[in-house]
């Protein structure tokens, strides 16, 4: 298959999993189809292989752990952990903002990843054992909770499912939003399987634009709108786009699917005066 038709092919999966419920949606499988999509040269076949050998070395472990079976949540995540560093698979301290640590071919590949991309390996196998587990909505650093019968335990992927409690998660608030941050609710509210991989592919579209890609950036979000197509943010951010790049037409879809889906209050109001705006400029 030549890379046009892989990508078309993942695309076409994408839009598929859109309509599809948050919980039937296999997160590894859809982050490799937009891994597919950002590295149509890579073997993404070669990396599902390794994600299923991923899967079934944790079931034989988990099978043999009575205390994880149990449900002592923390020791699932010491398993869970010793598991991924088995392959050799931790953060990337030394070359962090390096695209390749969000596209899921390339971190089975090279081992290495940011933190919402391992805490994505992390949940896939969590998944396979049977083992309830969620990634957090911790800002600027993905968390997840595992969970089991005794209560719910947070670890840090990025750091070997580094275990965190309130005066650790509170020092990690303080040193990403500064030092009058303080832990409030939601911080650690659990988020679903659509939300993690739109958090993975937001640090390939944010890249994108700081590298003044601004084309590679808006087909970012249309793929990340595939998989969520009731994402009202992202048609406003793929109207604003648009029309950075004078498309006047497509703006104009996106602010009417952005309207579709928010109707009134401000953010609204700012749609219909920018529709206004670009409705004059096609005249």
Known sequence: MDAASSVAEARAALTAAGQLPDAELDLAGVALQFARIDAPEADWRAAAAHLSDLARQTVTAAAADSQADAGDPLRRAELLASVLARFGYEGDETSYDDPANANLIRVTQRRRGLPVAL????????????????????PGHFLLGVEGRRGVVVVDPFHGGLV??????????????????????????????RAVLLR??????????????????????????????????????????????????????????????????EAAARARAMATELRQRLN
């Open 200 to 265: 993975l592919q937001n640090n390939i579209k944010l890249r994108r634009l700081h590298d003044g890609a601004l084309d590679g950036a808006l087909a970012c979000t249309e793929d990340m709108l595939r998989l969520a197509p009731d994402a009202a943010a992202l048609w406003r951010e793929a109207a604003v786009m648009n029309q950075r790049l004078d498309r006047i037409g497509k703006a104009l879809t996106c602010l009417d699917r952005f309207l579709a889906l928010v109707p009134e209050g």
């Open 119 to 138: 805490g994505l390996l992390w949940l896939h196998i969590a998944e396979a054992a049977g083992w309830p587990a969620h990634g957090l909505d911790f």
């Open 164 to 193: 965190l409690e309130a005066p650790a998660l509170r020092m990690l608030l303080k040193r990403i939003e500064g030092e009058q941050a303080e832990l409030r609710p939601g911080v650690l509210a659990s988020v679903g399987k």
